[in-house]
């Protein structure tokens, strides 16, 4: 029973504006080869790993920590072969980043444990511009005593920003951890505070 809790999942994720749908996949049916490189972003310079423009992972580093953050995300994906893609990774961070809101079409893949998948699909109904605590998120999915698994599931959050983990804070209103520095995460919430700022003068 635990083996089976534990083993991971490769959930396919579509969205497109508002809707979004899941699916789940066999890894042995895609490539083995995943393309990588780096984008410079409004929040810090991001990894982009993808296979045929579909994303496996997102996430931020610091500049001088990029060799090491890169086998940090080799060892979360083994027996794959890797491919340096700047072109294609520029194609990918250009669509992702041109436009800071969530009508991005966007298709990645979830790869996580049934309990974390089920924690990060939670994590869209969050909307963009507003934020929701560890402990509403637990209780939305209907595991109110498991503050403290929600939020480490969210911390292994593997597709930064388009999986909003960043919109979930401390019962407080403090931001708390973040996977990829509390700075990251209060730049990517101020932007999209802004957007909306932006989206309700236009109205």
């Not at 991971?8 to 042995?28: C, E, G, M, N, V």
């Not at 072969?81 to 072109?87: K, L, Q, R, S």
Request: glycine share 6%; proline share 5%; aromatic share 10%.
């Amino acid at each position: 029973m635990r083996e089976r809790f534990l083993k991971r999942s490769y959930i396919l994720f579509k969205r497109l504006h508002d809707t979004i749908t899941f699916t789940a996949i066999d890894p042995t049916q895609v490539s083995s080869t995943l393309s990588y490189g780096t984008y410079p972003t409004p929040f810090g310079r991001c990894l982009i790993v993808h296979h045929d423009n579909m994303l496996w992972s997102l996430s931020f580093f610091e500049e001088e920590q990029e060799e090491t953050h890169l086998n940090n995300i080799k060892k979360e994906f083994p027996k794959r072969t890797w491919a340096h893609d700047p072109h294609g990774v520029t194609m990918l961070g250009e669509q992702i980043f041109s436009n800071l809101h969530d009508s991005i079409p966007m298709h990645g893949i979830l790869c996580g444990s049934p309990f974390q998948i089920a924690v990060w699909k939670q994590l869209f109904q969050i909307p963009s511009g507003t934020t929701m605590s560890y402990r509403k998120v637990a209780k939305d999915l209907a595991m109110p005593q498991a503050t403290r698994a929600v939020a480490h599931a969210i911390g292994r959050n593997n597709i930064a920003y388009i999986v909003p983990c960043h919109r979930v804070i401390g019962s407080d209103g403090t931001l708390r951890g973040y996977r990829w520095g509390i700075t990251c995460k209060k730049l990517i919430l101020l932007h999209e505070n802004a957007q909306i700022l932006r989206s309700s003068k236009m109205i």
